[in-house]
């Protein structure tokens, strides 16, 4: 017997980690006020630790989009790998050459690049495609926050997200 709706267990799974990083900061302001001594100094870096979780639990429900999309993401060993029911592929992630988000009607999607295959496109709600964030965080030189605003705002023309090196020659200028 459920006595959480469906919706509800939903939001609350979807900001799992930011609310276990409130959960830790409550505790350490907790141990902060009370007695004092050895647990004041634990929960001043429960604290910080819980600000940090937080932090990066919001950022994390932000790119989260449901799930319950066409295909299943696996991220394995460095190498990201689509099963769709149309088509699917797999990238290494040390041979990416750049991530757009591609807007398709209702259904925007990730086209992942990389030298010498076909492109690899994943709806961004395919099941277990929240892993993909971690992968994207850990790319050099990537704007975490860009990206998250450019998933929610749904541009209606694709974005390149992050790139490695230019994607244009350095002589050709735009104007």
Known sequence: MNFIRPELRAALWRWR???AGVA??????WWMLGP?????????ALVLG???QGFVGVQKARFRSGGGG???????EG??????????GAVAVADLRSIALHPAGRLAHWVLDQPGQPELQIPVNAEGSEA???VFAALPGIRTERMLAELQNRSPHPVVIWSRGRLRPEHQRLH
């Not at 830790?24 to 302001?29: D, I, K, N, P, S």
């Not at 004092?36 to 001043?44: D, E, K, Q, S, T």
């Not at 190498?79 to 699917?88: D, K, N, S, V």
């Open 17 to 19: 980690e930011a609310l």
């Open 24 to 29: 830790l900061m409550v505790l350490g302001l």
């Open 36 to 44: 004092g001594g050895l647990l004041g100094w634990v929960g001043g």
């Open 50 to 52: 819980g600000l940090a």
């Open 70 to 76: 066409p295909g299943v993401v696996q991220v394995d």
């Open 79 to 88: 190498q990201i790998t689509y099963f769709g029911p149309l088509g699917g």
């Open 132 to 134: 993909l964030f971690d």
